[in-house]
């Protein structure tokens, strides 16, 4: 049984955690703003605390300091129905143990409370450091999902650490302004940033460009030349798309991650060297391991710590939040957005992610010429991310299935196959039928099917009178 306090301006919340707390065994005391909270604090020792940032008065974050100079050890968990990437960072940075984003469900947030005592006694607390508050900047990162407050709290966990750290999502998904993220909330927010797009180097010349070169290694070579990780000392290497690096050059790439130095082509001696690497990419690591075109070891040697960026389309409560953050950028007349456009927003599939929501709402409003926005403004293609016909369907039935399993309940669909089939076939042999005048043995062949199948199909979706069969010669 442990004390608990609970700090939080709203009664409903306050009487929730209370009770919920209760149950499991522990003595909860409740105040609802800081002041009063530093009073309950003195006298009764909390060994742990939840804190609401938004309080009259003073803040939570203003007040998560005051609270740790009084309690010691109390691992306290910051709750906030404003949360975004800065308050997740200010929050760790300043000791906070974990991170809750209202409306929270309870169990998670005695789950949480069960961690935060379990850690407290192993005496293994959170570093408490401190950091400026920074002001919003193009790079931030925006979103209000569940998905995106957990980027944010794994960013939050991993800035102040030198690790290596994976990021991992789709392409446009914001790789980059992740690894800029925790570049600029590390310790080493003071020193470079060195992003390199591993695909766009020549690949005859990769492994000068990353580790530099000595005078005469090569024809052409009349000078030294230091590599990017050079330049980065220091600071940060952010390698984007790093599942294109060559095999030669993973090794030494690994030789850097575990000795920390490097050496430059056509040198016997090697260089110091300190750099954090954090690494991108979209495709899938462990399946280029197994076709062996990526070492098992340095994978685990960049893997230490993955954050994944979910795609646009499975946090569709982030476009509209998006839209309005890129159009002050772009176009501030534009907003407030009609009705219409953001229903037309919150409809597409956006298959190349934030990167083409953002192009799409730039070509709305250079089409709007000052304007209000509107469907018809955007390009045709909006959403569908340039890919090709056969990507375009894989990720629409991935984010179909994503639905369905979101939306299942407690009891599991048992016909995912059949309804897919029900969605697929009507439009498939609808123009199919079309394009070929209603010819049911051509689109037999066509498809592969019997043809009896094919009449049975056609009668099933309501088809059979629209198409007539024509092939009578075939009867």
């Not at 298959?351 to 709007?368: C, D, Q, T, Y």
């Amino acid at each position: 049984m442990s004390q608990i306090l609970v700090v939080d301006d709203e009664q409903a919340v306050c009487w929730a955690l209370e009770r919920a707390l209760k149950a499991e065994g522990h003595k909860v005391a409740v105040a609802a703003s800081a002041e009063e909270a530093f009073a309950l604090a003195e006298k009764q020792h909390p060994e742990a605390i939840i804190l609401d940032v938004r309080l009259p008065g003073m803040d939570g974050l203003s007040a998560l300091g005051r609270l740790r100079e009084i309690t010691g050890d109390a691992p306290t968990i910051v709750a906030t129905a404003f949360g975004n990437l800065q308050t997740a960072v200010r929050a760790v940075e300043q000791g906070a143990f974990d991170y809750l984003a209202k409306p929270f469900d309870l169990d998670q947030a005695l789950e949480t409370v069960k961690r935060a005592l379990a850690r407290r006694a192993m005496q293994n607390k959170l570093p408490a450091e401190t950091a400026e508050e920074s002001l919003e900047t193009p790079e931030d990162i925006v979103g209000a999902s569940p998905a995106m407050h957990n980027v944010f709290k794994r960013i939050a966990l991993v800035a102040p650490r030198d690790s290596c750290v994976l990021i991992t999502g789709e392409s446009g998904a914001g790789k980059e302004l992740v690894a800029r993220a925790i570049h600029r909330y590390s310790t080493r927010r003071d020193r470079p940033f060195l992003p390199v797009n591993v695909a766009a180097l020549n690949p005859s010349l990769v492994e000068s460009e990353l580790f530099g070169h000595v005078k005469g290694a090569f024809t052409g070579a009349a000078q030294p030349r230091p590599g990017l990780l050079a330049l980065a000392d220091g600071g940060t290497i952010f390698f984007d798309e790093v599942a294109d690096i060559p095999l030669a050059v993973q090794v030494k790439l690994l030789r850097v991650l575990e000795h920390n130095e490097i050496m430059p082509v056509g040198s016997s001696q090697s260089q110091p060297l300190n750099v954090r690497v954090l690494a991108a990419t979209h495709q899938h690591l462990e399946k280029k391991i197994a076709e062996g075109s990526f070492r098992h070891d340095l994978f685990f040697r960049l893997n230490v710590f993955q954050v994944h960026l979910p795609p646009l389309r499975e946090r569709r409560e982030d476009i509209l939040p998006l839209a309005e953050h890129f159009l002050r950028r772009i176009e501030p007349m534009a907003l407030p957005l009609a009705p219409a456009t953001v229903q037309y927003l919150q409809n597409q599939t956006w298959l190349g992610n934030v990167r083409e929501l953002r192009n799409a709402l730039e070509h709305a409003a250079i089409v709007a010429r000052g304007g209000p926005l509107l469907p018809e403004h955007f390009p045709v293609s909006a959403g569908l991310g340039g890919l090709g016909p056969k990507e375009q369907l894989a990720i629409a039935v991935i984010g179909w299935l994503a639905d369905r399993i979101k939306n299942a309940g407690a009891e599991p669909p048992k016909d995912l196959y059949e309804e897919l089939l029900r969605m697929i076939e009507p439009p498939l042999l609808e123009e199919l039928m079309r394009k070929l005048q209603g010819n049911r043995w051509v689109a037999a062949q066509w498809l592969g099917l019997n043809r009896a199948t094919v009449r049975k199909k056609l009668t099933q979706y309501g088809l059979a009178d629209v198409h007539k069969d024509e092939d009578t010669e075939n009867a």
